[in-house]
């Protein structure tokens, strides 16, 4: 009987081991089943540093037409791209990744224009691009360049002591020129004051933060470009007049702008945000952390973007003008109109309490069949220099702004995020510190802890 009974006992629970076996089996048979047919990954890091960017992202999800990319190294090689190319064809069913080596496939190379192992090749249609490099920058871009086939050159007006694209120093637009060269923007500079005309190629026009007088027939040549459909960017500080670093007025400009719709003031805005004390800024950073809902900054939700001497706007539609407001300075700011003193009494009466329209963006009306003028205007010029571009959103605020006015609203996004530098920098007394602590104190704890125990069990 007690026999019988764990020959009973043994069967049931060898039955229970085969099931227990079988649904693990089946568990993870499943599993591999799912992970085979959608190939999911979760990137843990702060700045998403393994995942493509949403403007990636964005783009190729909006592909009208397939796309093959085609990755040319030696075979043993192939794996150097496949996780990066992987990500690409997890965005959309439009994206098809190829892999060919050059010496096994010499013919197809050729057509390629293949001249070096490691390069990736995009065709869209009958356009075909190759990447300058085998990363998120240099695929994306081109795949941009297949879909943008038109060349598109943002020109910077210099002659009146506005930043310059080539000086790579704090005040200068270099940095904001490479940013474009990844939107596949090229940028050059154009003088004004030797010919009063924007040429037909350029894009956008950017007006960065002029310090002297624009004459008059500067001014009329900029007001015929935009009201023909041209397009252009504004970025103009408050008339300071402390020390040698003097702003003019501007008052040619100022007033073709006013005949748009936005009349920029002349005053300073002070900002004693204390998100701005954290940060480390001064009181002269105007901070801007919410939007009003336009396409530029449609996607700045949750971002912060600081502006570095600024003065405030006021806005109105006009007969031929539609202008919409971009964004504010918070309710803690303040403008003031005292321009030649650095001291600012916040209990002036005469100040005028925040928040206030710092940004606004227009359209302009030429009668023409798809035809539109288009301007921005910001009532500052140093949050786009190469000092302060890459404060939080500020440089997606830039490459956004010159997205809307080149009427490539596909391309509006939140750009990858700069990789953090984590390195810890220690001094010679904390990293002596730190090798007491570890090699001394904290094995001398643990022997103590060990005497401790035996003499209280002894």
Known sequence: MNTSLLHARQTKYAVYLILYV?????????????A?????????????????????????????QPATITYFNQSTKFQQAKDLLDEYANLSPKIHVDYADPDKKPELA??????????????????TEQAQNVTEEGITGAIIRDIKSAKRTVCFAEG?????????????????????????YDSRSINLIVKAEIPADCTVLVVGGPITDYQQPEVDAIQKYVENGGRALFLLDPPLKMGRAEVAENAALNKALETWGVTPQDNLIIDFN??????GLGPQVALVTSYDPQPIVSELKGSVTGFPLARS????????????KLFSSTETSLATMNLSNP???????????????????GTYKTGKDNSQGR????????????????????????????????????????????RDDRRVTLTRAQMNWIRVTSQFLLPLMVVLGGVSVWWRRR
Do not use: C
Request: aromatic content about 6%; glycine content about 6%; cysteine-free.
């Open 343 to 361: 001291a600012v009494d916040p209990k002036d009466p005469k100040n005028i309490r925040g928040p206030l329209l710092l940004a606004a963006a």
């Open 36 to 64: 085979n047919r959608y190939n999911k990954s979760y990137d843990s890091t702060s700045n998403k540093r393994y995942s493509l960017s949403p403007q990636t992202a964005k783009i190729v999800k909006e592909l009208k």
């Open 375 to 418: 301007f921005v205007v910001v009532g500052s010029s140093s949050w786009a220099a190469n000092s302060f571009i890459g404060f939080n959103g500020n440089r997606d605020l830039a490459l956004n702004t010159i997205n809307w006015l080149a009427s490539d609203e596909d391309l509006i996004s939140i750009r990858p995020k700069d």
């Open 110 to 127: 050729r057509a390629a224009g293949i001249k070096s192992y490691g390069t990736a090749v995009v065709k869209i249609g009958d356009r």
């Open 22 to 34: 079988l649904i693990a089996l089946a568990i993870l048979a499943v599993i591999n089943v799912l």
């Open 160 to 184: 009146s002591g506005e930043h310059r694209i080539e000086d790579s120093e704090r005040s200068g637009y270099s940095r904001l020129k490479d940013l474009l060269s990844k939107d596949e």
């Open 274 to 279: 204390p998100i701005g004390q954290i940060a």
């Open 313 to 324: 706007l006021e806005i109105k539609n006009g007969d031929k003008t539609s202008v919409d």
